[in-house]
T-cell receptor, first 115, second 116 residues
Framework: ETGVTQTPRHLVMGMTNKKSLKCEQH?????MYWYKQSAKKPLELMFVYSLEERVENNSVPSRFSPECPNSSHLFLHLHTLQPEDSALYLC??????????????FGPGTRLTVT | AQTVTQSQPEMSVQEAETVTLSCTYD???????LFWYKQPPSRQMILVIR??????QNATENRFSVNFQKAAKSFSLKISDSQLGDAAMYFC?????????????FGTGTRLKVLA
């Protein structure tokens, strides 16, 4: 797997823990995204960054805190999560965020389980 | 608001056979893009094929082709000569054509099993 990498691939955390998900893209893209993928539900867009600036925060609870220190790296900081936050968290990138026909490149995801 | 519906949670196909995955969508826009993404088990989602709404010709990518029916708002994916590596979740997605519209509207996915 190349292009967009995510670590860790699996994470189990208690409700009082603090952890971070990391995403890195090696494609020279300017836009990065966090998605939440839950079983039997459509992918939910959480955050969008363009050139390290947050473009969108899609009504995501404050227990999820994104950080984009540069155009290649994206973090999702987690604290005091709830069991319903258990899901696959996907990072993605695209050349820019103008949409159209351009392809989005996804990472393999972090499988998060909140106990 | 736009919606995307994949009515088949799961499909099976025999190796070397052909299978069609269904997708319908609802929109009031005239300009938009449609995509099929494939997500193999424990691997990243990749683009299979895309279609511009203004193009009448159906998109094809090797063994993958679409049947785009704009009036019916239908966008099905046909996989010919199915291979074991085609087993995956397939997601249909819509994106509006207005410049700056980066959001996808995804369907709930269809799990494709390929039987040897």
């Amino acid at each position: 797997e190349t292009g967009v990498t995510q670590t860790p691939r699996h994470l189990v955390m208690g409700m009082t823990n603090k952890k971070s998900l990391k995403c890195e893209q090696h494609l020279g893209h300017n836009a990065m995204y966090w998605y939440k993928q839950s079983a039997k539900k459509p992918l939910e867009l959480m955050f969008v960054y363009s050139l390290e600036e947050r473009v969108e925060n899609n009504s995501v609870p404050s227990r999820f805190s994104p950080e984009c220190p540069n155009s290649s790296h994206l973090f999702l900081h987690l604290h005091t999560l709830q069991p319903e936050d258990s899901a696959l968290y996907l990072c993605a990138s695209s050349q820019d965020f103008t949409g159209g026909p351009q392809q989005t490149y996804f990472g393999p995801g972090t499988r998060l389980t909140v106990t | 608001a736009q919606t995307v519906t994949q009515s088949q949670p799961e499909m099976s196909v025999q190796e070397a056979e052909t299978v069609t995955l269904s997708c319908t969508y609802d929109t009031s826009e005239s300009d938009y893009y449609l995509f099929w993404y494939k997500q193999p088990p424990s691997r990243q989602m990749i683009l299979v094929i895309r279609q511009e709404a203004y193009k009448q010709q159906n998109a094809t990518e090797n063994r993958f082709s679409v049947n785009f029916q704009k009036a019916a708002k239908s966008f099905s994916l046909k996989i010919s000569d199915s291979q074991l590596g085609d087993a995956a979740m397939y997601f249909c997605a819509y994106r509006g054509g207005t410049s700056g519209t980066y959001k996808y509207i995804f369907g709930t996915g269809t799990r494709l099993k390929v039987l040897a």
